[in-house]
């Protein structure tokens, strides 16, 4: 009885750790930068330059974002928790509430802002390519005027 305990608890013990192989999520940190002949703005216009700086600790993770275009740059830094947990981060314009949470290796993040009177929704998912090099982001925005789907592709 004893040696069936024992080798159950071993047992056990590797499934445990080998689900949590599997399951890991992977680490998203890095210097990324938007390769816009990879990416798929739709009808929205495409950014001339894009550099996402993620720094990604545990659960926290955190987001420096410099965007260049015509109109000139824009910069932005955003903080979620990646367990689920509302977030509010200061954005140009007021606030974006949202949640970040793990779907297998992917990353969701789910927020909403108000701007000009308008409430813009948007999803997101994460998804780190097998070499890590490469970070796709799809996103569902959501505006009173229709949905779009957005595709940017970083590179490190």
């Given at each position: 009885m004893?040696?069936?305990l024992?080798?159950?608890?071993?047992?056990?013990?590797a499934?445990?750790?080998?689900?949590g192989?599997?399951?890991?999520a992977?680490?998203?940190s890095?210097?990324?930068?938007?390769?816009?002949?990879r990416?798929?703005?739709g009808?929205f216009?495409?950014?001339?330059a894009m550099?996402?700086?993620?720094?990604?600790?545990?659960?926290?993770?955190?987001?420096?974002?410099?965007q260049?275009?015509?109109?000139?740059?824009?910069?932005?830094?955003?903080?979620?928790?990646?367990?689920?947990?509302?977030?509010?981060?200061?954005v140009?314009g007021?606030?974006?509430?949202?949640?970040a949470?793990?779907?297998?290796?992917k990353?969701?993040?789910?927020?909403?802002?108000?701007?000009q009177?308008?409430?813009?929704?948007?999803?997101e998912?994460w998804?780190?390519?097998?070499?890590?090099?490469?970070?796709?982001?799809?996103?569902?925005?959501?505006?009173?005027?229709g949905?779009?789907?957005?595709?940017q592709v970083?590179?490190?």
């Open positions: 004893i040696r069936t024992a080798c159950l608890a071993v047992f056990t013990a499934f445990l750790m080998l689900a192989k599997v399951h890991a992977p680490n998203l890095g210097e990324w930068k938007l390769s816009i002949a990416s798929n703005y009808s216009p495409a950014p001339l550099t996402r700086t993620v720094t990604h600790n545990g659960v926290t993770l955190t987001m420096h974002s410099v260049k275009s015509a109109q000139g740059e824009v910069m932005s830094d955003l903080k979620y928790t990646t367990d689920g947990k509302e977030s509010v981060n200061k140009q007021g606030e974006s509430k949202g949640t949470q793990w779907i297998g290796d990353l969701m993040i789910d927020s909403a802002r108000e701007f009177g308008v409430v813009l929704k948007q999803k998912i998804t780190l390519a097998p070499d890590g090099k490469a970070l796709t982001i799809d996103s569902h925005v959501t505006l009173p005027n949905e779009y789907a957005v595709k970083f590179e490190k």
